[in-house]
């Protein structure tokens, strides 16, 4: 898990509803919760306000879901502007100073650039080598951690519960923050 101690709270782009990501990734998020605020940014939900918002909703795993609503007549690039902005109005409001951004679309590149995470966490359930593959290479250089859906090389799957890879993020986070670990493998 993420080190509360020193503040740091988690802010998950996904592209995926809570609950719909990958098994692995829910769980891994919910128990993070235990000990730590949690905003899980979902997909912008589009034309239904005349005005950009938000709003957060804390479900019954303590994760608050950001749900951002933008308007229909914003162009593609323009609703990306929109939602950095809303973006940042959220870590203003709710008073996020130290925080890790974790993604699972390299996507979320246009957000994270462009804000002060403190640490990257990619968690990389799909190839998007194909489809977005300058972001992909983007996202793996800009990373502090990336988490694969593979376990080849590393053991048979299920060898980690949700519980031992949240202590195992929380020591090289915690290192990483302290200047201690340049890599890791997980």
């Known amino acids: 898990m993420i080190n509360l101690e020193n503040g740091t709270d988690l802010i998950v782009f996904s592209s995926e509803a809570f609950g ?23 997909a912008p939900i589009i034309g239904l306000s005349k005005d950009p918002t938000y709003f957060l ?14 308007p229909a007549q914003l162009s593609v690039f323009e609703q990306k502007h929109v939602l950095l902005e809303l973006i940042k109005e959220l870590i203003h409001d709710e008073n996020i100073i130290h925080y890790t951004a974790w993604t699972d679309s390299p996507k979320s590149m246009a957000f994270i650039r462009n804000l002060s995470s403190e640490i990257v966490v990619y968690d990389c359930i799909h190839n998007y080598s194909n489809s977005h593959p300058e972001l992909e290479q983007e996202i793996f250089q800009y990373a502090d951690l990336i988490l694969t859906a593979s376990y080849s090389g590393h053991g048979d799957e299920g060898v980690f519960s949700p519980e031992d890879l949240s202590k ?8 990483h923050r302290a200047g201690h670990v340049t890599s890791a493998r997980v």
Do not use: C, M, W
């Open 20 to 42: 719909s990501t990958e098994v692995r990734t829910t769980k891994l998020i919910t128990h993070l919760a235990l000990t730590k605020r949690v905003y899980f940014i979902e």
């Open 57 to 70: 909703k804390k479900n019954e795993h303590e994760v608050t879901i950001v749900q951002p609503y933008l």
């Open 168 to 175: 195992d993020l929380d020591h090289f986070i915690g290192g």
